[in-house]
């Protein structure tokens, strides 16, 4: 089975740019997450969906972040304008449910530098 | 609330030794707890997770970990380390509100492994 695709795997911009990152997850998982992981922490949630609806946002900066998840399958995570401390890896994963115990099937991730 | 606290961020063994990572969590209802792993520039990979059905939880590449609800910790073990367990290893905890997994990491250890 084909895991969590991501693209682009790095990505270099100026500050106040903006950029896009791509997520498909395995085929069936009907709930999606986005996370980002600063250098030496854990990843912290951004967005969580359900199927195409958003479950948890609550830790999306919302101002400049984005995030879509179109007919439930593949989801894009926006930031628009860009700031220095954005500079992390942002992690796809996703679950076949949204229960407690289910896992988190992760992608590479996105390593976006801010200049 | 939940959380994860990791006691170390980086822990060193030598080729042959016995590997233990700590983890201790806090959650307000029965937690489910999850251990993974992040080899370098990819995604986290399931090791191994409690669901309640044994303390004892065996996980892939010789790990394991004990489930202790009195000492509220789930340490990561493994009796002999081999070179290729170097890597970052996550704690997290999963609860739930409203029906969703709601999903808090650590801030993770990095394990190196001496020949």
């Known amino acids: 089975e084909a895991g969590v695709a991501q693209s682009p795997r790095y990505k270099i911009i100026e500050k106040r740019q903006s950029v896009a990152f791509w997520c498909n997850p395995i085929?069936?998982?009907?709930?999606l997450y986005w996370y980002q992981q600063i250098l030496g922490q854990g990843p912290k949630l951004l967005i969580q969906?359900?199927?195409?609806?958003?479950?948890?946002d609550s830790q999306l900066p919302k101002d400049r972040f984005s995030a879509e998840r179109l007919k439930g399958v593949d989801s894009t995570l926006k930031i628009q304008p860009a700031k220095l401390e954005d500079s992390a890896v942002y992690l796809c994963?996703?679950?076949?449910?949204?229960?407690?115990?289910?896992?988190?099937?992760f992608g590479p991730g996105t390593r976006l530098t801010v200049l | 609330a939940q959380s994860v606290t990791q006691l170390g961020s980086h822990v060193s063994v030598s080729e042959g030794a016995l590997v233990l990572l700590r983890c201790n969590y806090s959650s307000s209802v029965p937690p489910y707890l999850f251990w993974y792993v992040q080899y370098p520039n990819q995604g986290l990979q399931l090791l191994l997770k409690?669901?309640?059905?044994?303390?004892l939880v065996k996980g892939i590449n010789g790990f394991e970990a004990e489930f202790k609800k009195s000492e509220t910790s789930f340490h990561l073990t493994k009796p002999s380390a081999h070179m290729s367990d170097a890597a970052e290893y996550f704690c997290?905890?999963?609860?739930?509100?409203?029906?969703?997994?709601?999903?808090?990491f650590g801030t993770g250890t990095k394990l190196q492994v001496i020949p």
């Open positions: 997290a905890v999963s609860g739930g509100s409203g029906g969703y997994q709601k999903v808090t």
């Open positions: 994963a996703s679950s076949p449910g949204a229960f407690a115990y289910n896992e988190q099937f």
């Open positions: 969906f359900q199927n195409n609806g958003v479950v948890d």
């Open positions: 085929s069936g998982h009907a709930t």
């Open positions: 409690y669901t309640s059905a044994a303390t």
